[in-house]
């Protein structure tokens, strides 16, 4: 049972533009979400986070979205650039669970220079 | 910088030894550390998590006597993979809290190929 879940696992984008990298949650219980950033045969290195009490966090060029009803977040990056190219995964957490992160699958973002 | 390292980065050892891999908080101390395993193309699974001065607690599915963990300090847990198997090929990776702090910060990751 996949309780984080990025359904889409690769996105291209040029140069400049916008990406958006999705993320899906079914427990309800999570109330901390986060962002990394992973290059192969690497730890992840975190980008971003937000609490369940925001439904907004940016930090530069990155900016997280958090729909609760939804139990929906996103991740965007603009401009995006082709250093930006990487394995992104979504994390959740939640207080009681002494900070564990429940990983996504991760989407490969390609940016196109 | 790096807030915690991992060592070794990757080591290859033949099927049926044990193998030893360090997780180091390097400015802060922790007395959590999750250990997780990535196989290719996948995400990364949460194993167990290390507690310094108590047992670790294991995820379902892995077994506690091959994959032993010890909390030496609050600066250093060890994974051990005992009596490795070429299925135990993996790519490892801990992690640590800051004290207070919501993030998690990992490990560079080792990567291990049991022949």
């Known amino acids: 049972d996949q309780q984080v879940k990025q359904n889409s696992p690769s996105l291209s984008v040029q140069e400049g533009r916008i990406s958006i990298l999705n993320c899906d949650y079914t427990?309800?219980?999570?109330?901390?979400f986060l962002w990394y950033k992973k290059y192969p045969a690497e730890g992840p290195t975190f980008l971003i986070s937000i609490s369940s009490i925001k439904d907004k966090n940016e930090d530069g060029r990155f900016t997280v979205f958090l729909n609760k009803s939804a139990k929906h977040l996103s991740l965007h990056i603009v401009p995006s650039q082709p250093g930006d190219s990487a394995v992104y995964f979504c994390?959740?957490?939640?207080?009681?669970?002494?900070?564990?992160?429940?990983f996504g699958s991760g989407t490969q973002l390609t940016v196109l220079p | 910088g790096a807030v915690v390292s991992q060592h070794p980065s990757w080591v290859i050892c033949k099927s049926g030894t044990s193998v030893k891999i360090e997780c180091r908080s390097l400015?802060?101390?922790?007395?959590?550390m999750f250990w997780y395993r990535q196989f290719p193309k996948q995400s990364l699974m949460l194993m167990a998590t290390?507690?310094?001065?108590?047992?670790?607690?294991?995820e379902q599915g892995v077994e506690k006597d091959k994959f032993l963990i010890n909390h030496a300090s609050l600066t250093l847990s060890t994974l051990t993979v005992t009596s490795a198997h070429p299925e135990d090929s993996s790519f490892y990776i801990c992690?640590?809290?800051?004290?207070?702090?919501?993030?998690?910060?990992f490990g560079p990751g080792t990567r291990l190929l049991v022949l």
């Open positions: 290390s507690n310094e001065g108590s047992k670790a607690t294991y």
């Open positions: 994390a959740a957490s939640y207080s009681g669970s002494a900070r564990q992160l429940t």
């Open positions: 427990n309800s219980m999570f109330d901390y």
């Open positions: 400015d802060f101390q922790a007395t959590t």
């Open positions: 992690s640590a809290p800051r004290p207070g702090g919501e993030t998690q910060y």
